[in-house]
Every structure is written in C-alpha cells, then in structure tokens.
C-alpha cells in the first residue's frame, strides 16, 4: 500500500478543468473516490486510528452487495490498492465479498513519514483459520507491541486486533496505529473535529469525513480552475470539514454537507458552485446532463449541502459511461 497522496485520498482526480467542467467534477470525483467499506465504527477501529487524522472512508459490504448500483459503482471506480488488498485477503483465505462485513480506511499525519493509510476490516474471518492458512504459506510474523505482524503482500502488512479485526497497511502504517492502540499517541476519539462530523453519516451505506485541509483539497481537486478564483480563495481559509453519505436503499442518494465557520463563506461557496452549474447545463449532453440535472446546491446556515438522486437504470448507465470514466482514472 502506497502513502496517501497529498489530496485528500482517495480524492485522486487532479485535472485542468476548466470552468465548465467544475460542478460535474465535484460529483464524480466524490463518486470515483469509492473504496470498498462500512456503518458506525467500533471500538477498535476508533482505538488504532490515530487522532491526526485527515480523512475516514467507511463502507457496509452488506448493504453494497444488495445494490445493483453500489456493485456497479465499486467495479467501475474500485482504486488500484483496494484490488491488491482483495486480492491479499483471498490469498489468506478470506472472501471479501463473502466474509467482510465493514472495511474502513483513514488517512492521518505523522510527524516523520507525512500522510498515511490505515485500513481496519471487520467480517466473519476466524483468525485461527487464517492464521493457518498463513502458517501453510510460510509467512513469517514479526513481534510489534506484543502483536504478530504477517506480511500480505510486498509492502502491505497485516495484524489482527481481535477474533474479527484486521488491521493493515504498510509497516510505518501498522506501527503508528498499534502504537494508538497501546496508548503511545491520542486516537481518534481525541478528535472532537473528526468525530463530531461522524454522527449524522455513518449509518450509510458509503460515508466519509474529511478534516479542515483535507476539505480544502478535496475542493481544489474537484473545482480545478474554479479553486483559483478569488471567491474561492476567500473562503477556503474558513473550512472547517465535511462529510458525504451515500445510500442505495432506493436508487441512489448522495449527500455531501460542507462546513464553513459562517453564513456568508457558505453562500459563497454555494453561489460559486451554482454559477458553474447553470453555465455547464447550456451545453451539457448525455450523461452529463443527466448528473447535472439532479445535482442540487444551496447553503444552510454555515453549511453547503449538495444532494444527488438518481434510479438505479440511470445510475447504473452514468457509472458506464466515458464521462465518469474520466473523472474516476
């Protein structure tokens, strides 16, 4: 597993856009951003993750294997370290589509090694059958902390938390999150920033939180050349976080709330998204237009709220199409 890159991973869609392009940027780079993970955390996940962190991803296994939409959207924007983590899991015995019941990753600061990614699964693994299925591949475990530590594949390592916790990514990764763990640095539950952002999303299908810098990079990735305007300079400094939800119990329902310290960089912001909206929509076509069409923008307060709905057929055909395409690679 790679270091998180600088942008908010797995916000990774880094492109020249123009003006006309920004709003649907912003959709398709939050839907592109879709690992595969799950609903409220548990106590372990909360003990490991450290309290610098930048950004949680969570998504329910169940809930996406019910979903024609969701398994269409994970195949078509499925990041390249997800299918190596899968495809590490089944070479210890694990099915992830059969046995994950929640996978998380959060991304967080270190002092010397900068942003990096941790990732917790939670399902119906025993650990004394991987461990075995481990021991007949000769992997050798390392001792950190008391805990065994197993190799997964070149540079991803994995340990076990309890009976049905695995916690993995590469050895800085591991290290700082058993080192949480055991009570050498805060967790996450320390953040009152990150946590208090979690409440009213983590019930969802897919949900996510992102801290102050990583929300402002979130949205100079998403926007492109809209972020250098100076109505978004203005209130970039005066992000606080955000979070999105996505559900598929009727279609799909995407919410993405954007936390601003006032009323007045909330209106902006909204109109800055909103001007961009209706400029794209005298020209859009297709797939686009369909995106665009049920997009919706508005500021509540201090806070920018961007809705989208969509049935499954509609979905299923802007997930295939060359649009979202090249906002997902």
Known sequence: MRAAPSNGWPLRCVYNWDMNRSITAVLFCLLAALPAAAAALGTAPRGVIPAEVQQIISVDYRKLGGSPSALALKARALPEHL???????????????????????ASFRTPKSGLRIVGIAQGQFPAKAVLQKIRQRKLRAQKYRGTDVYPMGETVKMAFLDDWTLLFGDSTAVRAALDTRDGQGPSLNANSQITDLMPSVETGALW??????????????SLGEAARLADFESVR???LGSRY???FDSGVDFDLDILTSDNFSAATLSSLIQAGMMFRKMSATGAEKTALENLTVNSDGGRVKLHFESDEKRFQALVQSDLFNNFSR
């Open 208 to 221: 996510s939180v992102l801290d102050a810098a990583g929300t402002q990079n979130m949205l100079r990735s």
């Open 83 to 105: 299918k190596q983590f899968e495809a590490a899991l089944r070479g210890v015995g694990i099915n992830p589509d059969a046995d994950l019941d929640q996978l998380t990753f």
């Open 237 to 239: 400094k005066r992000l």
């Open 245 to 247: 939800v996505m559900d």
